[in-house]
């Protein structure tokens, strides 16, 4: 053994296991390669999560709903914006001033 090489232990971390099968060629074990881990506590995480974001969206549009009904109170019903979508256009009466 070495002075620069790692000293020898009685077991194997998982890492080694899969790092081992990998460089032997031979298949890895499907609890090594796992990404994460399941269980009661990731989905009560995902279920608090989820939760959270709800009631903050919802939140949200109980706080911007009126501001959002209050934008356009022009709703199209006044005469002044039928006589935009007549067909002949209306001529003022009298006469136009000049340019300057």
Do not use: C
């Not at 939140?59 to 935009?84: C, L, Y």
């Amino acid at each position: 053994m070495s002075p620069d090489s790692p000293p020898e232990t009685s077991h194997k971390s998982p890492h080694d296991k899969a790092a081992d099968a990998v460089h032997e060629g031979r298949p890895v074990e499907a609890q090594y390669v796992r990404g994460g881990r399941g269980g009661v506590r990731i989905l009560t995480l995902l279920i608090v999560s989820v939760a959270a974001v709800s009631i903050l969206l919802l939140g949200m549009w109980f706080v911007s709903r009126g501001g959002f009904a209050a934008t356009n109170a022009n709703d199209g019903d006044q005469p002044v914006d039928a006589a935009a979508f007549q067909d002949e256009p209306t001529v003022p009466a009298g006469p136009s001033a000049p340019a300057q």
